[in-house]
């Protein structure tokens, strides 16, 4: 038996877009924080040119912004990093002494950021010692200089915007109760726009002359992150979820310049009505034909499973979580593990978690009690259940085994990673031969190997998964759901959708 794979949906060449500048070429500059690139894309053609690839000597690009003399500066999230790229392409790195630098804007030839952290700071860099303008700031993001020559900038815990003048002095409180403000960005015109992280995709107009009035602009883009104005005053928006680059105009309507699309993904499952449901590291998302449609944000999903209205997810940063799809609420199982990844249900209710990084893998009751199903694996990655027993893949052994008895059922792989089980059949996802191996496990054969799609192996050094106490960047991994007698696989940026040959 073979399988013919399609995409369901087309991979998007941002995923995940956050910091945007318009260079000294007119194209937009896109920092992409998950693939640790930057882009710059023509708005008029669309074309992507790479100009910071993953094995340079930055990790986690979140924003961007260029000097006068056509420098690209950098904040490099997650190492607590600032980069000037000198417009020849080389690097020198400006300062090491930041927490989460996020925001950064220029102001002739001086240089700020602010930290994305909890009572965070604002630090001018022109040279020297970083310079602190103000501190206290509740988590700052993307911000700019506004026409009355202060810089502008978001709270984004308390939904509020400030201003300071560059030289330093005493914040002064801009706007608040604003809808979960992440970017301050000023039109041509002058008029202040708040970018909202939320899964609405509202842009909050602020009048700062005469009344102050605000008007709201919807634009159905979930997981706002940055915007930059052209020449002409048009907009254009980034999303840290869906990712590509899009055109908002003054009434709302929306014209895609880079397509969106997935993060990840990472898990996928399918529930009993055959609906595909991913975990997409800052949401759950459906994928749809014509696009990856939100379910709902959910920030750092990385495991999933469908269980009837509810879509249980894990966290590579330790939580386990049960989402309800009729109320919409979410409920924490566990908390603290260790890079829980792969989720599956028994058929009593109770939840099996692979912690890769314990090299356990955990039973969670009704009650949320914890337990310990096996230890001393290598690294588990995945699990899944069928009437009788439950299987778990370990990547660092190269091994599929019972949990009940600890018999290994199948073996031999290359860094096997997403496995399910479905009458009779064990499916692994052997990220390391790019494959698919489906094995009887009545007679221990291989039925079937399907090829995935090859990708270019990353030589990235990703940083830790948690730094200065905050997520870092996840390790991806491929995910595997049977269903109706076809396979779903998180592979190449989309959902393969694996047919078998004879139902092709």
């Known amino acids: 038996m073979s399988h013919r794979a399609r995409r369901l949906t087309r991979p ?48 986690a690009p979140d924003d961007l912004a260029f000097g006068a003399d056509g420098s690209m500066y950098i904040t490099d999230l997650v190492p607590g990093r600032v980069w000037r790229r000198h417009p020849d392409g080389a690097f020198t790195l400006v300062t090491d002494q930041v927490r989460l630098p996020n925001g950064i804007a220029c102001v002739g030839d001086r240089l700020f950021v602010n930290e994305m952290i909890p009572g965070g700071r604002l630090l001018e860099l022109t ?45 002064e409180l801009v706007a608040a109760d604003v809808h979960e403000p992440v970017a301050v960005r000023f039109g041509l015109d002058g ?29 159905g883009l979930a997981g706002l992150d940055n915007a930059a104005f052209d020449t002409e005053n048009r907009l254009f928006v980034s999303s840290y979820a869906g990712g590509g680059i899009t055109e908002v105009h003054p009434d709302g309507r929306t014209r895609e310049v880079a397509p969106r699309g997935f993060a990840g993904p990472f898990g996928v499952t399918v529930d009993l009505g055959g609906t595909v449901h991913t975990a997409d590291h800052y949401r759950i998302a459906e ?13 750092f999903a990385h495991g999933i499973v469908a269980d009837g ?65 096996a230890d001393g694996l290598g690294r588990p990655v995945d699990v899944a259940v069928d009437e ?62 399907t090829a995935l799609p090859a990708a270019a192996p990353s030589t990235r050094d990703l940083p830790d998964l948690r ?19 076809s396979l779903y696989v998180t592979a190449d940026g989309t959902v393969l959708h694996l047919i078998p040959a004879e139902h092709a």
Do not use: W
């Open 287 to 299: 994928p749809r034909e014509s696009e990856v449609a939100t379910t709902e944000l959910l920030t």
């Open 388 to 449: 009788e027993n439950c299987y778990v893949s370990d990547e660092a052994h190269g091994q599929v085994y019972r949990l009940d008895d600890g018999t290994p059922v199948a073996g031999g792989f290359d860094a096997p990673q997403g496995i399910d089980v479905a009458a009779g059949l064990l499916h692994v996802a052997e990220t390391g031969a790019g494959r698919v191996v489906t094995v009887d496990l009545t007679t221990a054969e291989t039925v079937t190997t």
């Open 309 to 373: 209205d509810l879509l249980h997810v894990t966290s590579q940063y330790g939580q386990v979580r049960t989402y309800d799809r009729t109320t919409r609420a979410v409920r924490t199982r566990a908390k603290d593990l260790d890079q829980p990844l792969g989720i599956a249900v028994r058929a009593d209710g109770v939840l099996v978690v692979a912690e890769a990084g314990a090299g356990r893998v955990l039973a969670i009751d009704a009650d949320d009690t914890v337990s310990v199903l």
């Open 191 to 219: 008029t202040l726009l708040v970018l909202s992280r939320g899964a609405e995709g509202i842009i909050t107009r602020i009048e700062l002359h005469g009344t102050g009035e605000r008007s709201l602009l919807t634009s």
């Open 127 to 171: 040279g020297g010692e970083p310079v602190v303008l103000t501190g206290g700031l509740a988590m700052g993001n993307a911000m700019q200089l506004g026409p009355d020559g202060h810089l502008y900038y978001p709270h984004m815990l308390t939904g509020e915007v400030f201003r300071i003048p560059p030289d330093g002095g005493t914040p």
């Open 12 to 59: 998007t060449p941002l995923r995940g877009s956050n910091g945007v500048a318009f260079g000294p070429d007119g194209r937009l500059y896109v920092a992409q924080f998950l693939a640790g690139e930057i882009s710059a894309l023509d708005p008029a053609t669309g074309d992507l040119e790479v100009v910071v690839p993953a094995d340079g000597p930055v990790q």
């Open 467 to 485: 730094v200065h106490g905050f997520p870092g960047i996840p390790r991806p991994f491929t995910a595997v759901a049977a269903a109706g007698g």
